[in-house]
């Protein structure tokens, strides 16, 4: 959910600048990638027992489903206010992060 957050946040700081649609994308996924490395670090991770789930773990799609929720976000821009343009972001950003985990949708590994 904070990954959802740090995307909106930084896709509508962006937009509300008057930034292209390139640019409100990076900013959002940007802005969540760093979000949650905070997240991590504040919390301790990775520790003996626990991993951080932005650099450390090839599970967590946090990009793609940042980049979902500002994608959603951009094609709700002339359509819908502000608040309704976030909502819409965030929850895009958030459902897709579930649904990806629930299929087990993971980054590809050569081990």
Known sequence: MSTGTFSMIGASRAYSL???????ACTGVINATFGGLIRDTVLGYPDQTRRGRILYDRKD????????GTGVYLASANIVGHGARFAFGWC????SHYFLNKYNVVLPRND
């Not at 799609?61 to 979902?68: L, P, R």
């Not at 895009?92 to 459902?95: A, H, K, M």
């Open 92 to 95: 895009g950003g958030v459902s």
């Open 61 to 68: 799609m946090t990009v793609a489903s940042s980049i979902i």
């Open 18 to 24: 008057g930034m292209g649609k390139g640019i409100v």
